[in-house]
C-alpha cells in the first residue's frame, strides 16, 4: 500500500518519501523530485551554504529513480510496504556526483577494471537506552540511562534483558533479506552488537545503512532511543 524511497545523504541519515503504491509508475519513470541539497546538509539537516547547493542557487530539484535490485518489503512497519533504495539524477539520467552510493559503485568499478571484486563484512556496535527519543530530547539529553545496568561480553543473561529488542531485530532485518548472522551483549551497559554476513561492498552499504535504519525503528517501537555514537558519554 506505499513505498518508502529513501536514499543516504554524506552523513548517513535517510533521506526520501514515502510513496503510495498506486503511484509506483511515476516512481520507475523518474516523476518524483527532491531537492539535491538534501544530499549534503549537516548532522542537524540544515543547508550549508559552503556547498553551493540550496537556497544560494535557487534550491533545484533532482529526480529521483530507484537502483535496480534493491526493492524489499519492510516487515517491521505496519501495513504492506516495501521499501526501495533511490538515487538522484539530472534531467539526461546521470546520477548525482553527491550521490554516496554513486561514489562507492565507482570505487567498486575500478576494482573490476584489475579483476578484482571487493567483498566486505559489517559490525554495528550500538547503545539501547531506557527512555524514548522523545523523551531524552525534552530532558536535554542529560542523565541518559542506558536499558540495562552493566553488561559483560557474551553474556547470555544480561543480553536476555534486552531481547524484547533484539529478537524483532534479527528477525525482521532477516524477513527483510539481511543476512544477520549473530547478535550479542558488548562490553558496556546497554550496549549490543549486531554482525551481518559479507557480501559484495554496494550490498554490504546497503545492509548495513537499511540495518541502522531498522535499529533505530525498531527500538523507537519499543519506546527506546539508540544511538551508534561509540563514546555517547
Do not use: C
Not at 526493492?71 to 534531467?91: F, H, S, Y
Not at 559503485?105 to 524514548?132: C, M, N, Q, Y
Not at 536499558?147 to 532485518?173: A, C, F, W
Request: net charge negative; proline share 6%; glycine share 8%.
Amino acid at each position: 500500500d506505499r513505498i518508502e524511497a529513501m536514499f543516504f545523504d554524506a552523513n548517513a541519515i535517510p533521506r526520501g518519501k514515502w510513496v503510495p503504491g498506486k503511484d509506483v509508475g511515476k516512481l520507475i519513470k523518474g516523476g518524483l523530485r527532491i531537492p539535491e541539497a538534501a544530499y549534503a546538509p549537516n548532522i542537524f539537516g540544515e543547508e550549508v551554504d559552503a556547498t553551493g547547493l540550496g537556497s544560494i542557487k535557487g534550491d533545484p530539484d533532482g529526480h529521483l529513480v530507484p537502483v535496480a535490485g534493491t526493492l524489499k518489503p519492510v516487515p517491521w512497519l505496519e501495513g504492506n510496504v516495501a521499501q526501495v533504495l533511490i538515487e538522484m539524477t539530472d534531467a539526461a539520467g546521470t546520477t548525482s556526483v553527491l550521490s554516496p552510493r554513486g561514489i562507492l559503485a565507482k570505487i567498486v568499478d575500478h576494482f573490476a577494471a584489475l579483476g578484482l571484486r571487493p567483498v566486505v563484512a559489517t559490525e554495528l556496535e550500538f547503545f539501547l537506552f531506557e527512555k524514548s527519543f522523545d523523551q531524552i530530547r525534552k530532558e536535554k539529553f542529560r542523565d541518559l540511562e542506558p536499558i540495562s545496568g552493566y553488561n559483560e561480553d557474551y553474556h547470555i543473561l544480561q543480553t536476555t534483558k534486552e531481547e524484547h529488542v533484539m529478537r524483532p531485530l534479527r528477525n525482521h532485518l532477516w524477513n527483510a533479506g539481511i543476512p544477520v548472522e549473530n547478535t550479542k551483549g558488548e562490553a558496556e551497559a546497554g550496549q549490543e552488537e549486531l554482525n551481518i554476513k559479507y557480501a559484495a561492498a554496494l550490498d554490504t552499504a546497503d545492509h548495513h545503512t537499511i540495518a541502522k535504519h531498522a535499529t533505530k525503528e525498531i527500538a523507537w517501537q519499543q519506546g527506546h532511543a539508540v544511538t551508534f555514537l561509540p563514546k555517547w558519554h
